[in-house]
């Protein structure tokens, strides 16, 4: 198509179409660039007073902020606390799949207890996994820390607990897949289970398995995002109270959704990077 | 002769799948301080279920071992502590591929017997030097060969100051060209009067190095005695036959 600019301010379209029952139309399409560029302008200004109106008057824009660092201390914390239980968790259950037999056979009250703390574990997988993170959420604030003020240490706990679950068959995953000689090599060197496990299985296991945590960490990251539902101002409960404040929904909400996504593409580059890295200290 | 017997072996079982698979079916043996026991057998007559079981790795289904005197077998004895005693390599060399070569040695003696890093680091390089692998002390496992690998396996367990070295086919895994170093080790290790307890096809290494030799077969032994009397005149038809494939 061809544009024919008028006097430097207009630009022209004609556009030629093939009608069967008119013959050859042609339609010229005149716009002024002067317009275009005043509503482009125009638009921009208010879209400068919009952003204004919704993150800097009244310091708005803290609030955010203070979203942000309390959605990432929510996060890191419960990663380390899924980690903790992760590992716990893990251990006993895989020790108990690779032991049981050994143990029944050697008597003592060793099995039993291994027993117990494997039941205990499974219960915990099942009803951690079978049901919704909220409502997990909701009990520890409002029934087991009822006393609590303060919403971010409950939301670490909640959301850690929740993670510790997923995160402990990420590793009992990443333990079974290491090779049974590692285990006797250790065992015959003379440490006991746990030692075997803490110097020689875990480092390994964590190797193994880092790119599937480093994915669990994604996703409890934009899991957080119902820390509202107990009182935590988090980055989705502060983009929430400023679109009911200002009556803005667009910015508030879309600046949201851009920093969870600009914080999950750095990560999962980031993730990225290091399975490569992995995958060629493994040659 | 009693007086120094490290291992005694008293009817030993160990039956899977409630007793119809019978790896081990009574086996009585004793491994004296300082002698070189090899024991040779077709696949699957409970060779390895033997010496594993001698550190419990396999818990027996039915009689004791006594090590320096100690039933091991009672579950109140602390297994670890014995195991600290008992040096074993495997056929698939086993090392700690996240460690290096001297870290793999010295990672127990630290942590088990406290002993100062330094000190650890010493004997460990003492050690690679005698096997040859000073060099390789910082090297991970993957970047060894396979005989490289078992050697550093030997010294490592060697790094615990075992009474008793467990070897269960320590030259199965490796490419033919490799075995004679492995072989070298192993030899040196029994002139300086290492009490050894050896499960191998090697019947060259077992006639040149053995005090003593067990032959085993279905979970029992069928036979045993010197290299001289297994190798040039066995008693049993079974021995006979197996000698006949493998020599
Ligand atoms: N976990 C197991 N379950 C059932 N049978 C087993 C198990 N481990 C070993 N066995 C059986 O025990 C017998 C002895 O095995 P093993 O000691 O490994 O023999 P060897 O080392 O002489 O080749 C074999 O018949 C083997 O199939
Ligand atoms: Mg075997």
Known sequence: MVSVVLHGSFLVYPEVKINKRKGMVISMTVISTTA????????LADFGAKLQMVFVEEDRYQQMIRGFLNTLQITAGALGVGIIIGIVVAAIRSSYDKNKESLKLRGGVGYHILRILNLICRF????????????????????IFASSKNGVPVAIFAFGVNSGAYVAEIFRGGIMSIDGGQFEAGRSLGFNYLQTM????????????????????????????????????????????IAGRTFNYFIPLF????????LVVILSWLVGRLERRLRRSER | MNGNVLIEVNGLKKHYNKGTVKALDGVNCVVHKGEVLV?????????????????????PTGGSILFDGVDITDPKTNINLHRQKMGMVFQHFNLFPHMTVLRNMTIAPVKLLHKPVAEAEKKAMELLTRVGLADRANAYPSQLSGGQKQRVAIVRALCMEPEVMLFDEPTSALDPEMVGEVLDVMKELAREGMTMVVVTHEMGFAREVADRVIFMSDGV????????????SPKEERTKNFLKCVL
Not at chain 1, 124 to 134: A, E, F, K, N, S
Not at chain 1, 255 to 262: D, G, H, K, P, Q
Not at chain 2, 39 to 59: A, D, F, M, Y
């Open chain 2, 39 to 59: 024991i040779i057998g077709p696949s699957g007559s409970g060779k390895s279920t033997l010496l594993r079981s001698l550190n419990l790795l396999e818990i």
């Open chain 1, 36 to 43: 275009i560029t005043d509503w482009f302008s125009s638009s």
């Open chain 1, 198 to 241: 803490w110097h020689i299985i875990i480092p390994q296991m964590f190797k193994a398995v880092l790119p599937t945590l480093c994915n669990e960490f994604i996703a409890l990251l934009k899991e957080t995002s119902v820390a509202g539902y107990v009182g935590v101002v988090d980055l989705t409960k502060a983009g929430n109270i």
């Open chain 2, 221 to 232: 032994i069928i036979e045993e005695g010197s290299p001289k009397e297994i190798f040039e």
């Open chain 1, 124 to 143: 915990y997988l099942t009803v951690i996994r079978g049901t919704p993170v909220v409502v997990q959420l909701m009990i520890a604030y409002l029934i």
């Open chain 1, 255 to 262: 600046t949201v959704a851009l920093v969870y996504l600009a």
